[in-house]
């Protein structure tokens, strides 16, 4: 074996054990691997749209309206001759720019805030009758609310799928803040003295990450199809932006007869928040370790 790192021979059974352990982790998380790769896929023809297709998503070109998909427009072209594959993958970057964004402010000020009503008692009480309050609102219907409130636009619509979401952060943490409170070894910080900001950092705030991180998902991929509803039902991003809410909006009174230009987005959608999900199952299973001793 020395011999043959020295000579540059890869080692047959190093590569062997290599390729046991790919296998034995795509055995132990065959749902994450699978929704990373599809996430993967989708990231890279939102990223690189420009490059996958010789077709602006917003020219006109009326003679070409309503064709079926061919070899050159690969999923067709809609009522005002533009091409679908096009919108299709240039709309994903503005569904995944709003599941990441509103995945992140939420679960950033959520964590905050039920920190704050974790630990203290005072807070609350206060805290948890407003979160109680907002969750007493369906969500989509806040969203319309705050979009008829304010103008249709993608920052808009981002601050209006992150508000109904904070509240489900906030209980969450409240949850596992709670029960950490009362650990032996956070009584025994306190005991020594320890201040409640150095507690909450050290103890506490790292035991919460882990479901967080997997409530963060399902965040995502409620955000992508909360958009695509908002769109379609004219109160999301506005018309003229090419997102897949938008486009499968455009084109349902043709579904008839074009029935492409509901249908590439829908699938595209569809796979999105699939994939999201089962990120999110499988970190779920190996962040929680009840589910990782089962497996």
């Known amino acids: 074996m020395v011999e043959a790192e020295i000579l540059g021979v890869p080692d047959s059974r190093a590569a062997a054990t290599g390729a046991a352990g790919w296998l034995r982790l795509l055995r132990r998380n065959p749902t994450l691997i699978a929704g990373g790769l599809i996430l993967v896929v989708m990231v890279i023809l939102a990223v690189g749209a420009p490059g996958f297709t010789g077709f602006d998503p917003m020219e006109l070109s009326p003679i070409d309206r309503l064709r079926a998909p061919s070899s050159e427009n ?12 096009s919108r299709t993958i240039h709309g994903g970057r503005i569904s995944l720019q709003i599941g990441l964004f509103v995945a992140a402010i939420s679960t950033v000020l959520g964590l905050s805030i039920g920190l704050l009503s974790g630990y203290s008692r005072l807070a609350d009480g206060v805290v948890m009758r407003i979160m109680d309050g907002m969750m007493a609102i369906p969500a989509i219907l806040l969203a319309i609310a705050l979009i008829a409130v304010m103008s249709a636009s993608v920052q808009n619509v981002i601050v209006a799928l992150t508000i109904p979401e904070i509240p489900r952060v ?14 032996v070894y956070v009584e025994a910080a306190r005991a020594a003295g320890a201040s409640p900001l150095r507690i909450v950092a050290r103890h506490i705030l790292p035991n919460t990450l882990a479901p967080l991180i ?9 955000a992508v199809i909360f958009e695509a509803y908002l769109s379609f039902l004219g109160a999301g991003t506005p018309p003229e ?4 809410g938008n486009v499968m909006a455009e084109g349902r009174i043709y579904v008839q007869i074009a029935f492409w230009i509901i249908l590439f987005p829908g699938l595209f959608l569809a796979s999105t928040v699939l994939a999201i999900n089962m990120v999110g ?12 001793r089962r497996l």
């Open 74 to 85: 690969w999923f067709g072209t809609d009522m005002l001759g533009r091409d679908i594959f």
């Open 170 to 183: 906030v209980r969450l943490v409240r949850a596992q803040v709670l029960s950490l409170r009362e650990q």
């Open 214 to 222: 997997v409530q963060a998902t399902y965040i995502a991929a409620s």
């Open 241 to 244: 932006i090419p997102s897949w």
């Open 281 to 292: 199952d499988g970190l779920r299973d190996n962040l929680d370790p009840r589910v990782a």
